[in-house]
């Protein structure tokens, strides 16, 4: 009879909860390799995926639709016209014999290729690579103080649907690259929709939306040749910041850690501008919003982020969908920091209308106001991703905006460029747009109208359909502006002495960051003036970094070899704020993957346990070995996610190598040629590339019983610091999720010579 064993029982439980979400995932962990047949016969589409939910069927008025998922998802038997004709043939023309000219009279030939040929919208203007995702905002209640936003009440539930995105790159380019990341929010309040359309970097480019062209026309593809593709480091870039140095703080984040982050989930959140609370007496206060992630905020290294452009250019978009299909949903704590809202609108000599500064939060805490969980994937990448519309000016009562001149531009631009893009101004009756709110407006026709108004008034005042609709005070839930005063001056083009501040900030944000950090941002300067062409482009930049920092200025110079210049002015004084770093600190490792290499003759029950204490830890085990299909047979057989050839060290955030009790014996220490087979394949170059990589890009490793082999061949000292060696697989992984818990192995970055 079997023994009882607690923590067996208690991984199997976590394991068998998985296996839902993963039965029908091929080559997921815990899956059983699907059984497709060929089918024969008309039947039922396939049950769509527990999280493949639609967006919720609202009509463009609001009333919830009653939507079968068969309806939802591509359905029904028989393949049909768009009019619904059934349909014999879809492989062929109709022609004049098998040989001759094709007819005109056929429609379904002319439907198809007509429809096909108009498939493609344009995508964003900025922002256009995006992955997105369903969710949950609850509200803790903290802010009901400061606001009486209805879905900022204590225990309100509000679905959102979140895209995140890169800014310059086209639809098509690749996740990683260094960059700005988007993070838009939709809320869909009981109030209406209220979006938080922000980014992962708390500051802009500039401060007034007048040049908001200019900047993204110098970080695009140069005009003549189109390239580089998604990427800042080139000439017209440098050539724009380097003469607007209003655009220095942004930059200086872009080459930091901040620009190429780990995953979506590992990103901060900033709504950048000041906006303005109301309560429910109509007292004011301004607030800036931040996301913060319970994952913590961790990024990728430079050369990492190069291997994943070309290894998984979908690698972001990939590891959200994941996480969410392995059940690891993603979360953020949605915080505000509240300023009082005075007519100066500055805090501790901060402008707070200007949107390249921050305020530090040991000036300011983030005080935490509710939780966002990301539960559900989209069905349909266009439908959905593609077709949301996101708008700094779709608010609810209780949210207010403030004179940020970059602000006022955005209120324009959000609805402006939907007309382009999505054919005209019925996008808010697209279903992913659609507010869960009842809808009662006298907008009317244009293109893509789908609602049949009744009445026949749609203008106020009327009597013919008995004055309605009628207008809501705040007391019946309607939005009314807040009366601020506004300051009565003169008409004129120019900004506030307290913006042409260009430097603080950027001496704030570059004092506040860890050596290994700086010693990252020394490197993405150079790197990025390495490529561009003119000297002059170059030096002027060096003129800018020399405001912010001499040690900063003399190494990205000395990279590039070139004259280090003299600072213009004096230093700025400030104070750094350490929460700015994301060194030092150690996060959860849920939904962090672990690849596993091994191969058949290793101590199979030893991969299996290490396997299952990775799932049972929450993360995402990935089993590499030479071969695809399983390692062993039978009941102990292990399932093979990842093969020496399509496995690359970049996907991993630890790797652990699964050693032979010793080369040329098998588990029971019996002499077995496949094993000492298999100690050869594990010193395959392809598996000593792999763990070079992760070890120069600072990833604990782990290994047991002759692991120690294989590092040695990849020239790793098996002392080094976050290498793991020991003789039990489990023990091995405890300390390396440890290690994890911190992100890298920070002290193996080469050590930084800055003088003190
Ligand atoms: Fe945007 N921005 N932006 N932006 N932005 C767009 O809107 C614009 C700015 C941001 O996932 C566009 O629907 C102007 C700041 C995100 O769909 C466009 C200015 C911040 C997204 C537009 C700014 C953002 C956009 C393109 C200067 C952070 C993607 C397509 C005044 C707080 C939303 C679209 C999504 C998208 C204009 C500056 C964030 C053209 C004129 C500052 C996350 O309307």
């Not at 209003?246 to 850690?257: F, G, K, P, V, Y």
């Not at 792999?690 to 019983?705: D, N, V």
Request: with cysteine; charged share 20%.
């Amino acid at each position: 009879m079997e023994k009882s064993n607690p923590v067996r029982e208690a991984i199997d439980k976590v394991v068998d909860k998985l296996s839902d979400h993963h039965a029908e995932i091929p080559g997921r962990p815990g899956s059983e390799p699907p059984t497709v047949e060929e089918p024969t016969e008309p039947r039922g589409p396939l049950r769509p995926k527990p999280d493949q939910r639609g967006p919720d069927p609202y009509s463009p008025t609001g009333q919830a639709v009653d939507v079968t998922p068969e309806e939802r998802a591509q359905g029904g038997e028989y393949l049909t016209t768009a009019q619904g004709l059934r349909l014999a043939d879809t492989d062929h023309s109709l022609k004049a014999g098998p040989r001759g000219p094709v007819l005109l009279q056929d429609h379904h030939l002319r439907e198809k290729v007509m429809h096909f040929d108009h498939e493609r919208i344009p995508e964003r203007v900025v922002h256009a690579r995006g992955a997105a995702a369903h969710g949950v905002f609850q509200s803790y209640g903290t802010a009901a103080s400061v606001t009486r936003a209805a879905f900022l009440a204590k225990g309100a539930e509000t679905p959102v649907f979140v895209r995140f995105s890169t800014v310059l790159g086209s639809r098509g380019s690749a996740d990683t690259v260094r960059d700005t990341r988007g993070f838009a929010t939709k809320f869909y309040t009981a109030e209406g929709v209220f979006d938080l359309v922000g980014n992962n970097i708390p500051v802009f480019f500039i401060q007034d939306a007048i040049k908001f062209p200019d900047v993204i026309h110098a970080g695009k593809p140069h005009p003549d040749r189109e390239i580089p593709q998604a990427q800042s480091a080139h000439d017209t870039f440098w050539d724009f910041v380097s003469l607007h140095t209003e655009a220095t703080h942004h930059t200086l984040w872009n080459m930091s850690d901040r620009g190429i982050p780990r995953s979506y989930r590992t990103m901060e959140g900033f709504g950048v501008h000041t906006f303005r609370l109301v309560d429910a007496e109509g007292a004011t206060a301004l607030v800036k919003f931040h996301w913060k992630p319970k994952a913590g905020v961790h990024s990728l290294v430079w050369e990492e982020a190069q291997l994943i452009g070309g290894a998984d250019p979908d690698f972001h978009r990939r590891d959200l969908a994941d996480a969410i299909e392995a059940g690891a949903h993603p979360q953020w704590e949605l915080g505000i920091q509240v300023f009082p809202d005075t007519p100066e609108q500055t805090f501790e000599g901060i402008d707070l209308l200007d949107p390249t500064k921050i305020v530090p939060e040991e000036l300011a805490p983030v005080q935490p106001v509710g939780l966002l969980t990301l539960n559900a994937n989209p069905v349909n990448y266009f439908a959905e991703t593609e077709q949301v519309a996101f708008h700094v000016g779709h608010l609810v009562p209780g949210i207010d905006v403030t004179d940020d001149p970059l602000l006022a531009g955005r209120l324009f631009s959000y609805l402006d460029t939907q007309i382009t893009r999505l054919g005209g101004p019925n996008f808010g009756q697209i279903p992913i747009n659609r507010t869960h709110a009842p809808v009662n407006d006298m907008l009317r026709d244009s293109f893509h109208q789908d609602a049949v108004h009744a009445g026949v008034a749609p203008y106020k005042p009327n009597s013919l359909d008995g004055g309605c609709p009628f207008f809501a005070g705040a007391q019946e839930g309607g939005y009314v502006e807040t009366p601020v005063q506004v300051a009565a001056s003169r008409k004129v083009r120019e900004a506030p002495a307290s913006f042409a501040d260009h430097f603080s900030q950027p001496r704030l944000f570059w004092l506040s960051l860890s050596p290994v950090e700086r010693e990252h941002v020394i490197a993405a300067y150079t790197f990025e003036l390495g490529k561009v062409y003119e000297q002059a482009i170059k030096e002027r930049n060096l003129r800018v970094l020399a405001e912010i920092d001499p040690y900063l200025c003399e190494q990205v110079a000395q990279g590039l070899g070139l004259p280090v210049p003299k600072p213009v002015n004096s230093l700025p004084s400030v104070n750094p704020s350490p929460a700015l770093s994301q060194v030092g600190k150690s996060w959860p490792t849920t939904g962090r993957v672990i690849g596993i290499v091994a191969d058949g003759a290793g101590d199979l029950a030893a991969v299996e346990a290490v396997r299952q204490a990775v799932l049972g830890g929450g993360m995402v085990p990935l089993v590499i070995a030479p071969t695809g299909g399983t390692l062993g047979s039978g009941d102990d057989a292990v399932t093979v996610q990842r093969t020496f050839t399509t496995a690359r060290s970049v996907e991993f955030d630890a790797l652990l190598l699964a050693g032979t009790p010793e080369p040329g014996r098998d588990a029971n220490g019996a002499r077995d040629a496949k094993a000492g087979n298999a100690t050869a394949a594990r010193t395959d170059p392809r598996v000593l590339l792999m763990l070079g990589e992760a070890f120069r890009h600072a990833k604990p490793i782990g290994g047991w019983a002759d692991a120690t082999q294989a590092l040695t061949a990849a020239g790793i000292d098996p002392s080094a610091p976050g290498v793991v060696v020991g003789d039990n697989g489990e023990a091995v992984l405890e300390e390396v999720v440890r290690l994890l818990g911190r992100h890298r192995v920070w002290e193996r970055f080469p050590a930084p010579v800055e003088p003190v």
